[in-house]
């Protein structure tokens, strides 16, 4: 490393209900002493930082920190947990000397061109341009979108709120399902459907259509009924969330350019990789009429590694300490 890079960071994935902390080296980018503290147990995010760093081996100066909530104004505010905070302090009230807080897919964006093979898992496609734009995108607690773009000075992110897009139905059976789920949401936005959440509303929906009232199930419930096969509604409300994730990524891929390939991250679609390798998923993400041989040709990966999140904290951090 060069001497205005420090050797180790501290970094950190933070999301609605954990905190994940790491110590980073800033050359390879491998981590270390990997601790996860649920947000509840912390006052402030500062507060939980220096749990973690009061039991550091050596002394750590720099920060980057990938959180769960748009990076609009000096205070941040997280999407799904109570923590809120001020990115000008954020370093002094955690002792230390600087800290960079990066939206979460755009880590996730980071992180790209340093996942190795092994943390990918491909599901189709033809090839890679490179230096072409990238997208990343995932559900999980919620829906998360980012680009990423070649400049001269290497990958630029280009963080969004995508999930946050209205819904749209394509023909009577998934508007008369999404209207359900309307009806006690106001507006239907991506994200109410391809999320955790989103697929015990897509079941809920599906059960209502059949005269059942509320049905209290768990996401991982409804995606466990469904390959089991003992649930017919499951496995419909897996097939319409599997298809329309396909139909998001394709239509991501266009908004960005994507020739460079599509992402699939967040906590969901590694745990069903194999109903993601069935055609209906990929089928749906290359039916885009007269763009179809655009798309066609455009690799999807899923994010297979444990912690994509630091990882593109990591790269963030160390290319902002390279540029400052």
Known sequence: ?????????LVADIGGTNARFATADLATLALR????????????????????????????AHAGLAVAAPLRDDTVKFTNAVWTFKQSTLAQEAGLEAAYVFNDFEAQAYALPVLSDDELHALGGVSVVEEAPKVVLGPGTGLGVAGLIWSPSGWIPVPGEGGHQTFPAENERELAILERMRKSLGRLSVERALSGPGLANIYQAIA????????DLSPKEVEQMAISG????????????????????GDMALAFGA???VYIGGGIAPKMLSRLEQADFREEFERKGRMKPYVEAIPIQVVVSDYPGLKGAAAGLRTKLANA
């Open 230 to 249: 003992e649930d017919d509604m499951a496995t419909q409300a897996l097939d319409f969330f599997v298809q329309w994730l396909g139909r998001f990524a």
């Open 259 to 261: 020739r460079g390939g």
């Open 208 to 215: 209502a259509s059949h005269g059942l009232g509320k049905v």
């Open 1 to 9: 490393m060069t001497k205005d890079i420090p050797a180790h960071a």
């Open 33 to 60: 002493d990997i601790r996860t503290f649920p947000t509840a147990e912390h006052a402030t995010l500062a507060a939980a930082m220096q749990a973690y760093l009061k039991d550091a081996p050596e002394k750590i």
